[in-house]
Antibody, heavy 120, light 107 residues
Framework: EVQLVESGGGLVQPGRSLKLSCAAS????????MAWVRQAPKKGLEWVAT????????YYRDSVKGRFTISRDNAKSTLYLQMDSLRSEDTATYYC?????????????WGQGVMVTVSS | DIRMTQSPASLSASLGETVNIECLAS??????LAWYQQKPGKSPQLLIY???SLQNGVPSRFSGSGSGTQYSLKISRLQVEDIGSYYC?????????FGAGTKLELK
């Protein structure tokens, strides 16, 4: 059974940093591209970043470029999101999601989500 | 960025009814479109990909159609477990954008 379990969320002040983790199990992690998708309170879904299967390429939405870093450790089957210079508009539930193998970037499995609140 | 305009924003329907949700892309996305269901307090689940392909394990009362810039999700014979929010997502070009969502409630 595919499982994605996020951790590392919490309350953080504007301008500070936070690192999210996503532990994957039930599939060969190193075969799949992975992504982070966020959802602000009572709002819709917003793609944040993607990393390909071996970590050699990464992609970000413009609003987080230069502040967030997506990375992975295939030996530990774990995905990360380092978030620096956090802003109030980064407040959201962050989901780790697996990108479907081959073809367009659809997300076929999602974690339960972890809440990040940026506030003074 | 490709804008995804989803309608209606909310929908109230009775059990057994058929409902339709529409998604309009700001440019041709060549059927690179997915639909997700998000039940209250849960994470999203993939229902439909490539505009009309049913994800494994999804009931056949869900179906997708469309091409170019116009797409739709149909739910036939509405069940109580179908209540939640639905989102379209274009997978044609970066950044991969979602519609604002449709909240489906029981009448």
């Amino acid at each position: 059974e595919v499982q994605l379990v996020e951790s590392g969320g919490g309350l953080v002040q504007p301008g500070r940093s936070l690192k999210l983790s996503c532990a994957a199990s039930g599939f060969t992690f190193s075969d799949y591209a992975m992504a982070w998708v966020r959802q602000a309170p009572k709002k819709g879904l917003e793609w944040v970043a993607t990393i390909i299967y071996d970590g050699s390429s990464t992609y970000y939405r413009d609003s987080v470029k230069g502040r967030f870093t997506i990375s992975r450790d295939n030996a530990k089957s774990t995905l990360y999101l380092q978030m620096d210079s956090l802003r109030s508009e980064d407040t959201a539930t962050y989901y780790c999601a697996r990108r479907e193998l081959g073809g367009p970037p659809y997300f076929d499995y999602w974690g339960q989500g972890v809440m990040v609140t940026v506030s003074s | 960025d490709i804008r995804m305009t989803q309608s209606p924003a909310s929908l109230s329907a009775s059990l057994g009814e058929t409902v339709n949700i529409e998604c309009l892309a700001s440019e041709d996305i060549y059927s690179d479109l997915a639909w997700y269901q998000q039940k209250p307090g849960k994470s999203p689940q993939l229902l439909i990909y490539n505009a009309n392909s049913l994800q494994n394990g999804v009931p056949s009362r869900f179906s997708g159609s469309g091409s170019g810039t116009q797409y739709s999700l149909k739910i036939s014979r509405l069940q109580v477990e179908d209540i939640g929010s639905y989102y379209c997502q274009q997978a044609h070009s970066n950044p991969y954008t979602f519609g604002a969502g449709t909240k489906l409630e029981l009448k």
